[in-house]
């Protein structure tokens, strides 16, 4: 069992605050990716779940029981590390081992030479045998179990880190960026070995990367941190689709989201570099906001039609799937980006005038302070109606 | 450069290091040949190196007689390695805390040890030799042992040394259940070796060749470290007798120069970190 | 929110005190024993060294600097002071420059390395009592292996410890012969910690002869190994004390009295501990101003890895 309730918690190194009032709950059995810019305190955050690090403020429950004033090793929790912490001098199967040696076997059970001598201890290194042996059937390691670290490569560190934390069946893992030091190929191959092994140990878990692929096809459930703030919480599509401010809005997809000045015209109209969008977002006239799209959201329009942006074409990447087109736009700061079928961008060339259409539905809105503006449930309606 | 260049250097370089090589070892050599030779042959003017008539037996039987040879080394071996195994098992434990654990106060004791680095080995001599006069140790092992049961410079390389072992090991370890002890034991040490390997070189070297610390406290000959037991050698022989003198000098070096020659790479590293050392 | 943040434990954890009680535990015995046989003691030759007491008196008096006093007006004092630098200046710049010569020669060429490191390293290692032993006997004016040498190529030799004039450049000798192997390993260790490409580029910049190398890139790249060995040799040979106990006692007529020699005969055969403890104080005030220099050298050069 492992329901993880975080509340309130608070880190500062000396004057420095790496975490602000972060509340979290994570229910039993959830996969929750921790997703963040480096240096946001995702690393910190996780440390002082396993109890190696401590919070200033806040507390941890687990299982409705606060663990705060519990040594690492009486949490029951597991964790698994950027760098894998293997330990060199040991083998891949003594390293799996050392976690149950530690619990099952006394003090002086423990000692070298001694402790085999005194009774029971031959047994409970046979049934630790046996446990290591069945964790490393599972992640398919057996074969590497006679090895130490150095002779491993990045891949099978990784599985024996991860054997090692799954051997005493904890009520949560951690994983700290556990696949960043793998190359590109292996990753996507591990990703969904994690999922999967996640879905048959069915076992908490809290996953932390700075990848926003990683956080996205693997999780249940994405918080996103920035700078010690918990910004926002929620299933991968809708941090996605329907993010709360602007910051998560810009950090996650990719490539990254347009965002263009945009201005309250007639009440529910927005003004955005000429183009006028119904979106019935609340607010006195003149007010400053920031209209942000999705390069797939934008629709290449007629030249001549009206209510459009209009600019000419900087530069395209084809990628053969896609077609990045980047226009500079009359009254953007940055080029836009579009993403359009390879035909559809096949046809343009640098210096091409184009006009781009904003789907009212697909256009988020954010105030000054990149808070996200949503239309009020009148116009709402009323869009919907028109719509 | 050419060819014919090339080899000149060569050549060069073959002659300068060969004659300083010389210079180094002809002490070594020259002991060794003497502790073969007769007096007659000693005290005549010509150089060889081999003795015409080998006196072997003679100059190291009288060696081993004369002077408690043997006793002057096993007191050597006892002294150091009472010595190092009281460093370590003090040291150890410090080192970690210093490099691994968060506490009020590491930072000044670090500055302590480090003071301690930096005190020459002579300067606490007198007030040391007060207290052992006092509580009665003079002239023991004890006196030989104890002012050096702790090295400021083992806590220092093994603090070093620890620090390089990366954080998350220790985290790792606390996660699977084991406590400071257990990491220091089960962890650090193991991964320590080739450090407590230096270690051992330099505290072994500098406690078998100390010299001022045994002749400040030892007087019965039966203490005498190997460097003391020599000097009571040469004085008992009133520098005249050369052949065993000289088979006892052998004697004594022996042991640290098969040493350096059977891990020349080791000691070699080892010695060089005692540029650390007052 | 804030309140309840605020509100929450800020408090050192019982985790945190037990970090800290285990740092404690490890840490203390260390510290105690340091401060026992080592920190109390220097701080103890400062006291004494205030005093006028001599070992077995039943009192001390402190007589504030009348130790320094007496001992700045002693010209035992100051010749054994002149003799520990004349010994420094012969043996540091001796032992540094043949040192880095004989590295330089040695990492010139693969060939012989290890046996010209071994034979050079040797006398770094070997019991320096014994082997001054042996000196003495290399020494001896009439059956000496170093007079019949220089009689072999007809110069007439001379009695080396004897010599008022040449004992203490005898020692210094002595002195070089040991310590020259360490020098020679420290400068290797700091040619070889040259990268290989900065030969390659002062090749392609024109400084191809071995001379122009020389003055481009190793000798720059030498200097803090250079500012190093010479501060550690300056602190070895300032401590020099063995080879005159066991060859010449100070003598003949104090020509090889040096500051430990001193101190050893104040303290310990005459056993004016106070006035020995003054002579200490001088020699430690000497010896830390080198060694503050090489612990900060010693941070920047030493890695371990
Ligand atoms: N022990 C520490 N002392 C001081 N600052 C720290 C410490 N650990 C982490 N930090 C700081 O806290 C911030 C968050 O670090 P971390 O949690 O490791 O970030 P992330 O894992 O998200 O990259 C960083 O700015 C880092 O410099
Ligand atoms: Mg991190």
Redesign the interface.
């Known amino acids: 069992m492992g329901a993880i309730t975080i509340s309130g918690l608070g880190k500062s190194f000396g004057t420095v605050e790496v975490l602000k009032d972060v509340s979290l709950d994570i229910a039993d059995g959830e996969f929750l990716t921790l997703l963040g810019p480096s240096g946001c305190g995702k690393s910190t955050l996780l440390r002082i779940i396993a109890g190696l690090e401590r919070q200033t403020a806040g507390s941890i429950a687990i299982d409705g029981r606060a663990i705060d004033g519990l040594p690492a090793k009486a949490r029951n929790i597991a964790m698994v590390f950027q760098s894998y912490a293997l330990y060199p001098h040991l083998t891949a199967a003594r390293n799996i081992a050392l976690p149950l040696t530690m619990r099952r076997m006394t003090p002086w059970q423990r000692l070298p030479l001694v402790g085999s001598l005194l009774p029971g201890t031959r047994g409970l290194r046979a049934a630790i045998g046996r446990d290591v042996a069945g964790v490393a059937a599972a992640l398919d390691i057996a074969h590497l179990l006679d090895r130490k670290p150095g002779q491993l490569s990045g891949g099978q560190k990784q599985r024996v880190a991860l054997a090692r934390a799954m051997v005493r069946q904890p009520a949560a893992f951690l994983l700290d960026e556990p696949l960043s030091n793998l190359d590109a190929k292996l990753r996507v191959q591990m990703r969904a070995e994690l999922t999967d092994l996640h879905r048959r140990l069915a076992t908490t878990m809290i996953y932390v990367t700075h990848d926003q692929a990683e956080a996205m096809t693997m999780s249940d459930r994405v918080a996103v941190l920035m700078g010690g703030d918990l910004l926002q919480v929620g299933p991968p599509r809708r941090i996605y689709d329907d993010p709360e401010t602007l910051q998560v809005a810009e950090f996650v997809g990719s490539p990254k989201i347009n965002v263009l000045p945009g201005r309250m015209g007639r009440p529910g109209l927005v003004d955005c570099l000429g183009a006028r969008l119904p979106l019935g977002v609340p607010g006195g006239p003149d007010v400053a906001l920031r209209v942000a799209v999705r390069p797939e959201a934008l629709v290449l329009a007629r030249p001549d039609a009206a209510d459009c942006l209009r600019g000419r074409v900087r530069h395209i990447e084809n990628l053969g799937s896609d077609c990045m087109v980047h226009a500079d736009v009359e009254g953007a700061a940055d080029p836009v980006v579009v993403r359009l079928d390879p035909e559809a961008g096949g046809r343009l060339a640098r210096g091409t005038p184009i006009a781009l259409e904003i789907p009212p539905h697909r256009a988020l809105v954010f105030d000054a302070e990149g808070k996200r503006l949503r239309p009020d449930a009148a116009t709402a309606r009323l869009r919907r109606a028109g719509a | 450069m050419n060819r014919q260049q090339s080899l000149t250097?060569?050549l060069l370089?073959?002659a300068?290091?060969l004659a300083?090589?010389v210079?180094?070892?002809?002490?070594?050599v020259?002991?060794i040949s003497?502790s073969l030779k007769p007096p007659n042959e000693?005290?005549s003017?010509d150089?060889s190196l081999l003795p015409r008539k080998w006196f072997a037996l003679e100059n190291y039987g009288k060696a081993f007689t004369k002077v408690p040879l043997l006793r002057y080394l096993l007191n050597g071996v006892i002294v150091t390695a009472g010595i190092f195994a009281a460093q370590l098992l003090?040291?150890l434990?410090?080192a970690?805390?210093?490099a691994k654990?968060?506490?009020?106060g590491?930072e000044v004791?670090f500055t302590?040890?480090?003071?301690?680095?930096?005190?020459?080995?002579?300067?606490?001599?007198?007030?040391?030799?007060?207290?052992l006069?006092q509580v009665g140790l003079l002239d023991s092992y004890a006196a030989l042992i104890?002012?050096?049961?702790?090295s400021?410079f083992g806590?220092f390389?093994m603090r070093?040394?620890f620090r390089?072992v990366?954080d998350?090991?220790v985290?790792?370890?606390?996660?699977?259940?084991?406590?400071?002890?257990?990491i220091?034991w089960?962890?650090m040490l193991?991964?320590a070796f080739p450090?407590m390997v230096a270690f051992a070189i330099i505290s072994v070297?500098a406690h078998?060749?100390d010299?001022?610390w045994p002749?400040?406290v030892v007087q019965t000959g039966d203490l005498a470290t190997?460097?003391?037991g020599?000097?009571f050698f040469?004085n008992e022989e009133a520098?005249s007798d050369?052949g065993p003198?000289?088979a006892?000098?052998v004697v004594?070096?022996a042991p640290?120069?098969l040493?350096?020659?059977g891990a020349?790479r080791r000691?070699?590293e080892g010695?060089?970190?005692?540029?650390?050392k007052? | 929110m804030a309140a309840a943040s605020a509100a929450a434990p800020a408090a050192p954890s019982p985790d945190d005190r037990a970090e800290a009680r285990a740092g404690y535990a490890l840490a203390m015995p260390a510290m105690a024993l340091l401060f026992v046989v080592l920190l109390g003691p220097s701080l103890a030759v400062v006291v004494l060294s205030l005093t006028d007491w001599q070992l077995g008196a039943p009192r001390m008096n402190f007589i504030g600097l009348g130790n320094f006093e007496q001992l700045f007006a002693d010209r035992v004092f100051w010749r054994s002071f002149g003799n520990t630098i004349v010994y420094c200046l012969v043996t540091v710049p001796g032992s540094v420059f043949l040192g880095l010569g004989i590295a330089l020669l040695v990492e010139l060429a693969p060939a012989g390395r290890t046996f010209y490191r071994a034979a050079y390293f040797l006398p770094v290692t070997s019991t320096l009592i014994a082997m001054a032993v042996v000196w003495e006997f290399l020494l001896h004016p009439s059956v000496g292996l170093v007079n019949l040498a220089l009689e072999a190529v007809g110069v007439k030799g001379i009695d080396w410890l004897k010599n008022p004039d040449v004992a203490l450049l005898t020692l210094a000798g002595i002195g070089i012969w040991q310590s020259v192997g360490l020098n020679m390993v420290l400068f290797m260790a700091g040619i070889q910690a040259i990268p290989a490409d900065l030969y390659e580029a002062a090749e392609v910049d024109g400084a191809g002869g071995a001379w122009d190398r020389f003055c481009t890139v190793t000798w720059p790249m030498l200097g803090p190994t250079t500012l190093f060995v010479t501060v550690v040799s300056s602190i070895r040979s300032f401590q020099v004390f063995d080879t005159v106990e066991v060859l010449t006692k100070g003598g003949p007529n104090k020509a090889t009295e040096v500051l430990l020699y001193t101190m050893y005969t104040e303290g310990f055969s005459f056993f004016r501990t106070g006035y020995a403890s003054a002579v200490t104080v001088v020699f430690v005030l000497i010896v830390l101003t080198f060694t503050l220099a090489q612990v900060r050298l010693g941070d920047r050069r030493t890695h371990y890895t």
């Open positions: 250097v060569a370089r073959h300068v290091l300083g090589a210079i180094m070892l002809a002490p070594f020259w002991m003497t000693i005290f003017t150089l003090v040291s434990p410090c970690y805390a210093m654990l968060r506490f009020r590491r004791m302590l040890v480090l003071v301690g680095l930096m005190i020459p080995a002579q300067v606490p001599a007198i007030p040391r030799y007060v207290m006069y104890l002012p050096f049961v702790v400021a806590i390389l070093q040394f390089t990366p998350d090991l985290h790792a370890a606390r996660l699977d259940g084991c406590g400071e002890f257990e220091l089960r962890i193991p991964l450090a070297v078998w060749n010299f001022f002749l400040v190997p460097p003391l020599t000097l040469r520098g050369f003198l000289m006892g000098t004594i070096t640290l120069v040493l350096f020659l020349q000691f070699i010695m060089t970190l005692t540029g650390m007052g």
